[in-house]
């Protein structure tokens, strides 16, 4: 094996990618990479069945976006190629039957009606080994009659096969505990064990990075190595991402997947900057990191035994971190699609906008709604100007509306310090406080309760006459 490290990511196309698929190839990239070494993209696709359109395509974009670039793969041929298991069929065929020679493995003929008859009263079916020592003509015999046949794991008897996982410490299981299991199917496809167990070997993958599902299937596995008299891969196994304290995230049941998120408006360095962050933690317990800096500071220490729950909350949080930390220029440019959408072609300043949603919004998909009062006005709650704290019912709007309309309908730089000004200016003159003012012109300008700015900054966005129009409407609004 190659003393140069090499993980691997090795999704099936079945569907969009899953949060924890996706956090078990961040681990094996940012393993890769701090050690200097090798990531790879295998694409197992043999359960053709459960195959999607475009799901292929959608491995490559979320690794692309999440910033996870990968050194050899389907395509980027590192010499260890096909990267795709459709593709290495002959091989698994091949290894098959070399690990019947060594005696690995052997032929089973057993047909379906057999094979039901084995279930025990719980419907667990377990093989009995019934054709692991047929002799070998008769196995000749049936082969040369073109019997059906799979090729079994010849699991040795009377031995513990045991390994040292990275993240759990010392693992064993008796072979008395492991069945002698399908390796080459009937219709000539590999299970996905043995598939997995060729492609490693063959690809040179030093450190095998999965989910703890696999933790005590890893010995079977292993029998294989040493029947091939392979040297074995070290293993690391992460413990489940679950939805909550007693359920799994799993994409099988439509739960969190990158592309959903990226949808929503996240920025996908803060989706992958919280994945990295769900089972495992850097020794300084920083939160947010670049993906050099998750490089730098990943190490097996800091992964976790115990499930994680993914936080939805916790993550919007992270977004919002990202959104404040870009420059105005960036930010235009991330938010500029959504502002657009919520403008719907009107005429305003999207850059003031974008100025305006920069530290207002966690994720992008929130600024649709908060600039819904650009575009929708009409009859609202005229409850919505009472706040006893400040001292306003809707008499006390009735002046305050009408004072910002004297302030404002003369004025011709509209500004925001020449808007305050004027206002403030008025509102003394009229024997009310500013406050007072500037809260019911917000909400007379916006009929919004919750606005991304205050009066003057709404003021600024939506321009003299739509401001004065609205002005207007919401005077005789409070007169009726």
């Keep these: ?45 043999t359960d053709q069945e459960r195959k999607v359109e475009g799901a292929v395509e959608m491995i490559y974009r979320t690794l692309q976006k999440a910033g996870m670039s990968y050194d050899e793969g389907p395509d980027k041929d590192g010499g260890y190629g096909p990267y795709v298991q459709t593709m290495r069929m002959d091989i698994y ?17 057993c047909d379906k009606e057999r094979l039901e008859r ?85 690809m040179g993958i030093t450190h095998v990075i999965r989910g703890t599902e696999y933790l005590s299937s890893t010995p079977k596995y292993n029998l294989i190595y040493d029947a091939f008299g392979w040297e074995r891969p070290k293993y690391m196994h992460l413990p489940p991402i679950m939805k909550d304290a007693t359920r799994k995230l799993s994409k099988r049941y439509g739960d969190a997947n990158f592309e959903d998120f990226i949808a929503k408006g996240y920025p996908a360095e803060a989706i992958v900057n919280y994945i990295a962050l769900l089972g495992w933690c850097p020794k300084d317990n920083r939160e947010k990191m ?83 009062f650009l575009n929708e006005f009409g009859v609202y709650d005229l409850n919505m100007y009472v706040h006893q704290k400040m001292k306003v019912d809707v008499e006390v709007a009735k002046k305050a509306v009408k004072v910002a309309i004297c302030a404002l309908d003369g004025l011709d730089d509209w500004t925001a310090d020449a808007i305050k000004q004027r206002v403030t200016d008025f509102a003394a003159e009229a024997g009310m406080k500013a406050g007072q003012v500037m809260f019911c012109m917000r909400i007379a300008i916006t009929g919004a309760q919750v606005t991304p700015g205050g009066a003057i900054e709404m003021a600024v966005v939506l321009g003299k006459r739509e401001c004065m129009r609205r002005l207007t409407f919401s005077s005789e609004l409070l007169e009726k």
């Design 1 to 45: 094996m190659t003393d140069i490290v090499r993980t691997r990511f090795a999704p099936s196309p079945t569907g969009f990618m899953h949060i924890g698929n996706l956090r078990t190839g961040l681990y094996a990239f940012l393993f890769a990479r701090k050690h200097g070494g090798k990531f790879i993209l295998r694409i197992e696709d």
């Design 93 to 109: 065929k091949q290894y098959a039957e070399k690990l019947v020679e060594l005696g690995g493995a052997y032929y089973c003929f």
């Design 118 to 202: 084995l279930g025990d009263e719980n419907g667990v079916h377990t093989y009995d080994k019934h054709c692991r020592n047929l002799p070998k003509e008769e196995v000749e015999r049936r082969l040369a009659a073109g019997e059906p046949y799979v090729i079994r794991q010849k699991v040795p008897e009377g031995v513990v096969s045991e390994y040292e996982d990275m993240v759990f410490g010392k693992i064993s299981v008796d072979s008395a505990d492991i069945e002698d299991g399908v390796l080459l199917k009937s219709d000539g496809l590999p299970t996905y064990n043995f598939a997995n167990v060729i492609d490693d070997h063959l």
């Design 290 to 372: 670049s993906m050099q800096e998750l490089i730098e500071a990943f190490d097996t220490d800091g992964i976790s035994k115990s499930a994680s729950i993914f936080d939805e909350a916790k993550m919007r949080w992270m977004s919002g971190e990202y959104l404040k930390a870009m420059s105005e220029e960036e930010f235009f440019e991330a938010s500029r699609e959504w502002i657009e959408r919520a403008i719907e072609g009107k005429e305003f300043d999207v850059k003031e906008l974008a100025s305006l949603m920069h530290t207002r919004v966690d994720i992008l998909s929130e600024i649709p709604e908060k600039l819904k």
